[in-house]
Protein backbone atom coordinates (compact mmCIF):
# COMPACT_ATOMS: atom_id res chain seq x y z
CA UNK A 1 0.00 0.00 0.00
CA UNK A 2 1.11 3.41 -0.95
CA UNK A 3 -0.92 4.76 2.24
CA UNK A 4 -1.73 8.72 1.63
CA UNK A 5 -0.13 10.31 -1.12
CA UNK A 6 -0.08 13.99 -1.73
CA UNK A 7 1.33 16.16 -4.75
CA UNK A 8 2.82 18.65 -5.14
CA UNK A 9 6.00 18.58 -3.12
CA UNK A 10 6.41 22.08 -3.29
CA UNK A 11 4.33 25.05 -4.48
CA UNK A 12 5.07 28.55 -5.57
CA UNK A 13 2.19 30.76 -6.25
CA UNK A 14 1.54 34.23 -7.20
CA UNK A 15 -0.84 36.27 -4.91
CA UNK A 16 -4.64 35.42 -6.65
CA UNK A 17 -3.40 32.90 -8.31
CA UNK A 18 -4.80 29.12 -8.04
CA UNK A 19 -4.66 25.89 -7.99
CA UNK A 20 -5.43 22.35 -6.11
CA UNK A 21 -3.79 20.10 -3.98
CA UNK A 22 -3.87 16.36 -4.81
CA UNK A 23 -4.09 13.54 -1.69
CA UNK A 24 -5.04 9.86 -2.09
CA UNK A 25 -5.31 6.95 0.07
CA UNK A 26 -5.12 3.45 -0.83
CA UNK A 27 -6.41 2.05 2.57
CA UNK A 28 -10.31 2.61 2.00
CA UNK A 29 -10.62 5.06 4.79
CA UNK A 30 -13.80 6.72 5.15
CA UNK A 31 -12.40 9.58 6.60
CA UNK A 32 -10.23 12.69 5.17
CA UNK A 33 -8.57 15.69 5.89
CA UNK A 34 -6.67 18.32 5.57
CA UNK A 35 -4.57 20.60 7.85
CA UNK A 36 -2.03 23.19 7.64
CA UNK A 37 1.05 23.39 9.89
CA UNK A 38 2.49 26.90 10.60
CA UNK A 39 5.39 27.79 13.89
CA UNK A 40 3.82 28.07 16.81
CA UNK A 41 0.08 27.45 15.52
CA UNK A 42 0.32 23.17 14.99
CA UNK A 43 -2.00 21.54 13.51
CA UNK A 44 -5.33 23.75 12.19
CA UNK A 45 -8.30 21.33 10.88
CA UNK A 46 -9.11 23.23 7.29
CA UNK A 47 -11.88 20.75 5.71
CA UNK A 48 -13.13 17.44 6.30
CA UNK A 49 -15.17 14.43 4.76
CA UNK A 50 -16.65 11.28 6.18
CA UNK A 51 -17.13 9.75 3.25
CA UNK A 52 -17.20 9.88 -0.81
CA UNK A 53 -20.20 12.76 -1.57
CA UNK A 54 -19.71 14.19 2.30
CA UNK A 55 -17.42 17.44 3.11
CA UNK A 56 -17.47 20.10 5.82
CA UNK A 57 -15.49 22.49 7.45
CA UNK A 58 -12.97 22.62 9.99
CA UNK A 59 -11.34 24.95 12.17
CA UNK A 60 -9.77 27.70 9.43
CA UNK A 61 -11.77 27.44 5.99
CA UNK A 62 -11.80 30.49 4.83
CA UNK A 63 -10.06 30.23 1.40
CA UNK A 64 -10.32 26.72 0.63
CA UNK A 65 -12.68 24.53 -1.44
CA UNK A 66 -13.17 20.41 -1.15
CA UNK A 67 -14.99 18.02 -2.74
CA UNK A 68 -14.86 14.03 -2.46
CA UNK A 69 -16.27 12.30 -5.67
CA UNK A 70 -14.27 8.66 -4.54
CA UNK A 71 -13.24 7.60 -1.15
CA UNK A 72 -9.57 7.69 -2.66
CA UNK A 73 -9.18 11.14 -3.46
CA UNK A 74 -9.93 14.52 -1.73
CA UNK A 75 -8.45 17.31 -3.53
CA UNK A 76 -7.89 21.25 -1.72
CA UNK A 77 -8.55 23.75 -3.94
CA UNK A 78 -6.71 27.40 -3.44
CA UNK A 79 -9.38 29.82 -4.75
CA UNK A 80 -7.53 32.80 -4.90
CA UNK A 81 -3.49 32.45 -3.21
CA UNK A 82 -3.03 34.94 -0.31
CA UNK A 83 0.19 35.15 1.29
CA UNK A 84 -1.38 34.09 4.51
CA UNK A 85 -1.59 30.55 2.99
CA UNK A 86 2.01 29.97 3.07
CA UNK A 87 2.24 26.76 4.92
CA UNK A 88 3.15 23.23 4.65
CA UNK A 89 0.07 21.35 4.37
CA UNK A 90 -1.02 17.65 5.23
CA UNK A 91 -3.76 15.78 4.12
CA UNK A 92 -4.77 12.58 6.09
CA UNK A 93 -7.17 10.02 6.28
CA UNK A 94 -8.49 7.19 8.86
CA UNK A 95 -11.23 4.63 10.02
CA UNK A 96 -14.46 5.94 11.06
CA UNK A 97 -14.55 4.96 14.79
CA UNK A 98 -10.92 4.84 15.73
CA UNK A 99 -9.50 8.46 15.19
CA UNK A 100 -6.24 7.54 14.77
CA UNK A 101 -4.97 9.45 11.36
CA UNK A 102 -2.36 8.78 8.82
CA UNK A 103 -0.81 11.45 6.98
CA UNK A 104 1.02 12.33 3.49
CA UNK A 105 4.12 13.50 2.80
CA UNK A 106 2.77 17.24 2.63
CA UNK A 107 2.98 20.18 0.25
CA UNK A 108 4.97 23.16 1.01
CA UNK A 109 3.02 26.20 -0.28
CA UNK A 110 4.45 29.70 -0.56
CA UNK A 111 2.58 32.54 -1.81
CA UNK A 112 4.24 35.82 -3.14
CA UNK B 1 -6.48 27.86 28.53
CA UNK B 2 -5.62 26.31 25.08
CA UNK B 3 -7.87 22.81 24.41
CA UNK B 4 -4.28 21.14 24.39
CA UNK B 5 -0.92 21.96 25.43
CA UNK B 6 2.48 21.00 25.24
CA UNK B 7 5.89 22.30 26.71
CA UNK B 8 7.39 23.17 23.10
CA UNK B 9 11.05 22.29 24.78
CA UNK B 10 13.34 21.70 23.70
CA UNK B 11 13.97 18.59 25.94
CA UNK B 12 17.69 17.77 25.47
CA UNK B 13 18.69 14.65 26.89
CA UNK B 14 21.89 12.23 26.94
CA UNK B 15 21.57 8.79 25.18
CA UNK B 16 20.29 6.30 27.14
CA UNK B 17 18.24 8.80 29.18
CA UNK B 18 14.83 8.18 30.41
CA UNK B 19 12.94 11.40 29.67
CA UNK B 20 9.01 12.39 29.85
CA UNK B 21 6.58 14.73 28.12
CA UNK B 22 3.35 15.91 29.48
CA UNK B 23 0.40 17.18 27.61
CA UNK B 24 -2.62 18.86 29.12
CA UNK B 25 -5.84 19.29 27.70
CA UNK B 26 -8.82 21.38 28.81
CA UNK B 27 -11.82 19.12 27.79
CA UNK B 28 -13.07 16.81 30.76
CA UNK B 29 -15.32 14.94 28.02
CA UNK B 30 -12.39 14.30 25.90
CA UNK B 31 -12.41 10.51 24.65
CA UNK B 32 -9.10 9.20 23.34
CA UNK B 33 -5.53 10.61 22.98
CA UNK B 34 -2.59 9.65 20.67
CA UNK B 35 0.97 10.65 19.87
CA UNK B 36 2.48 11.09 17.12
CA UNK B 37 6.18 11.47 16.29
CA UNK B 38 6.90 14.09 13.38
CA UNK B 39 10.64 14.29 12.22
CA UNK B 40 11.94 18.10 10.75
CA UNK B 41 10.13 18.98 7.44
CA UNK B 42 8.09 15.34 7.21
CA UNK B 43 4.80 14.49 8.25
CA UNK B 44 3.40 13.50 11.63
CA UNK B 45 3.52 9.81 12.01
CA UNK B 46 1.05 7.86 14.68
CA UNK B 47 3.59 6.60 17.42
CA UNK B 48 0.67 5.41 20.19
CA UNK B 49 -3.07 5.40 20.89
CA UNK B 50 -4.69 5.76 24.67
CA UNK B 51 -7.47 4.46 25.03
CA UNK B 52 -7.89 3.83 28.65
CA UNK B 53 -5.10 4.12 31.09
CA UNK B 54 -2.06 3.63 29.75
CA UNK B 55 -0.09 1.62 26.67
CA UNK B 56 3.25 0.54 26.36
CA UNK B 57 5.47 -0.53 23.31
CA UNK B 58 8.89 -1.57 23.75
CA UNK B 59 10.73 1.82 25.54
CA UNK B 60 7.58 3.94 24.73
CA UNK B 61 4.81 4.13 27.56
CA UNK B 62 1.80 6.40 27.49
CA UNK B 63 -0.73 7.38 30.00
CA UNK B 64 -3.40 9.21 31.01
CA UNK B 65 -4.37 10.72 34.26
CA UNK B 66 -7.92 11.68 33.15
CA UNK B 67 -8.73 13.60 36.92
CA UNK B 68 -5.14 16.08 36.26
CA UNK B 69 -6.52 15.90 32.50
CA UNK B 70 -3.29 15.10 31.29
CA UNK B 71 -1.44 12.31 29.14
CA UNK B 72 2.06 11.60 29.47
CA UNK B 73 4.57 9.60 26.90
CA UNK B 74 8.10 8.13 28.62
CA UNK B 75 10.76 6.91 26.84
CA UNK B 76 13.14 4.33 28.15
CA UNK B 77 17.10 4.35 27.16
CA UNK B 78 17.08 7.48 24.42
CA UNK B 79 18.22 6.53 21.28
CA UNK B 80 19.94 9.51 19.23
CA UNK B 81 16.64 8.09 16.42
CA UNK B 82 14.47 9.21 18.59
CA UNK B 83 15.06 12.94 18.51
CA UNK B 84 12.19 14.25 16.85
CA UNK B 85 9.28 16.40 17.86
CA UNK B 86 6.04 14.59 19.94
CA UNK B 87 2.72 16.02 19.19
CA UNK B 88 -0.27 14.59 21.43
CA UNK B 89 -4.00 14.75 19.94
CA UNK B 90 -6.70 15.00 22.04
CA UNK B 91 -10.72 13.51 20.39
CA UNK B 92 -12.84 16.04 22.39
CA UNK B 93 -15.98 13.53 21.27
CA UNK B 94 -18.03 14.38 18.07
CA UNK B 95 -15.99 12.91 15.68
CA UNK B 96 -12.74 13.26 13.82
CA UNK B 97 -13.19 16.93 13.67
CA UNK B 98 -12.91 17.41 16.73
CA UNK B 99 -9.40 15.97 17.47
CA UNK B 100 -7.14 18.78 18.68
CA UNK B 101 -3.51 18.74 18.23
CA UNK B 102 -0.87 20.05 20.28
CA UNK B 103 1.97 22.26 18.95
CA UNK B 104 4.69 19.53 20.22
CA UNK B 105 7.57 19.34 22.04
CA UNK B 106 11.28 18.86 20.49
CA UNK B 107 13.37 16.38 21.88
CA UNK B 108 16.92 16.07 21.22
CA UNK B 109 18.67 13.24 22.09
CA UNK B 110 22.71 13.83 22.55
CA UNK B 111 25.62 11.51 22.59
Known amino acids: NAGVTQTPKFQVLKTGQSMTLQCAQD?????MSWYRQDPGMGLRLIHY???????DQGEVPNGYNVSRSTTEDFPLRLLSAAPSQTSVYFC???????????FGPGTRLTVT | RKEVEQDPGPFNVPEGATVAFNCTYS??????FFWYRQDCRKEPKLLMS???SGNEDGRFTAQLNRASQYISLLIRDSKLSDSATYLC????????????FGTGTKLQVIP
Open chain 1, 27 to 31: MNHEY
Open chain 2, 50 to 52: VYS
Open chain 2, 27 to 32: NSASQS
Open chain 1, 49 to 55: SVGAGIT
Open chain 2, 89 to 100: AVNQGGGYQKVT
Open chain 1, 92 to 102: ASGLAGRYEQY
